[in-house]
């Protein structure tokens, strides 16, 4: 893989996405954020770093936990992601949430300097992400904690939606993806660390982690109905692929899925339960 290319390819589509992203009525980012805080519970004072804080899922919860004795810094790849949530810090009047532009494959921040470090559907994104998760544990005072989520990745799924895709998005159509992204690309470089449990474990327990514990939740995802879903679909990493659609097969698509997703729904809003790997550790005290 070319690193840079491919980096740059996230940058660009989640600086594209930034000022939509989680803010399109549909439930998934936030509620899933919200639970990751509540298995790492920041105490008051905690310094906390996010990975990949995008507009702030996690990062304002974390902050609400940590009070103002506490510090939570988050960093992201995008700018306008990073943009986004300092906006919302400032209107909040957040003082202790610090946001910078930073690749979180590589933090240039001191050692031994934070409390919990969090990730919620970001690690996935780093391309050595094992690598990284042993940077995480050099970042951690003794008895510091890891908590990050990422999706549940199987044989049959469209990787990063629910099983119910694999119908619905044409296995050709993810041909138009770029070669990383293609699922079998996507499940090599997974699998190699994260579609396994006791390969996980092997994979926290290298990185110096210890007490790791993976646990496999559903996380609801809740739209309005197929319109909104598919809008919001382009706010998020299936941006991807819509992206790399032609327009007549980009059309199509849309209309199948707002065809399905409407059927699946009824009278009430569409309930989509997404399964979500949830992963936490720490380093020894
Ligand atoms: C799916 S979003 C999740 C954002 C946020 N954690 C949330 O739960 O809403 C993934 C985020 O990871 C960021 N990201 C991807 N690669 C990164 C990298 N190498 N370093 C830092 N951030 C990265 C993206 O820019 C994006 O904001």
């Not at 990062?59 to 300092?86: C, T, Y």
Request: net charge negative; aromatic share 8%; glycine share 8%.
């Amino acid at each position: 893989m070319d690193e840079t290319k491919y980096k740059s390819t996230v940058t660009e589509a989640f600086n594209e996405a930034a000022a939509t992203y989680d803010q399109m009525g549909v439930e998934f980012f936030t509620p899933m954020g919200r639970r990751l805080v509540e298995r790492i519970a920041p105490r008051p004072g905690e310094r906390v770093l996010d990975v990949g804080c995008g507009r702030g899922a996690v990062l304002f919860e974390a902050a609400d936990r940590v009070g103002p004795s506490g510090h939570v810094l988050g960093i992201d790849i995008a700018p306008a992601m990073v943009e986004a949530a300092r906006e919302r810090a400032a209107a909040l009047g957040t003082r202790h949430v610090e946001v910078r532009v930073m690749d979180g494959e590589h933090p240039d921040l001191p050692p031994a300097s934070f409390d919990a470090v969090t990730g919620s559907y970001s690690v996935i994104f780093l391309p050595d992400a094992p690598k990284a998760l042993g940077r995480y544990a050099a970042l951690l005072r003794p008895a510091g904690r890891i908590a990050f989520t990422s999706p549940v990745f199987t044989d049959d799924t469209f990787p990063f939606l629910p099983p119910i895709f694999t119908e619905l998005i044409p296995e050709r159509l993810l041909r138009n993806l770029p070669a990383e992204w293609q699922p079998e690309a996507l499940k090599r470089r997974f699998n190699s660390w994260l579609g396994d449990g006791d390969e996980l474990t092997g994979t926290m327990l290298r990185a110096g982690f210890e007490d790791v514990e993976i646990t496999d939740e559903h996380v609801q995802l809740v739209a309005a109905d197929g319109t909104t879903w598919v809008d919001w679909s382009h706010t998020q990493g299936m941006r991807l692929l819509w992206r790399h659609l032609p327009a007549y097969e980009s059309a199509q698509l849309r209309k199948r899925l707002i065809t399905e997703l409407d059927r699946l729904r009824g009278d009430g809003p569409l309930r989509l339960p997404t399964p979500v790997r949830f992963v936490l550790a720490s380093v020894g005290g």
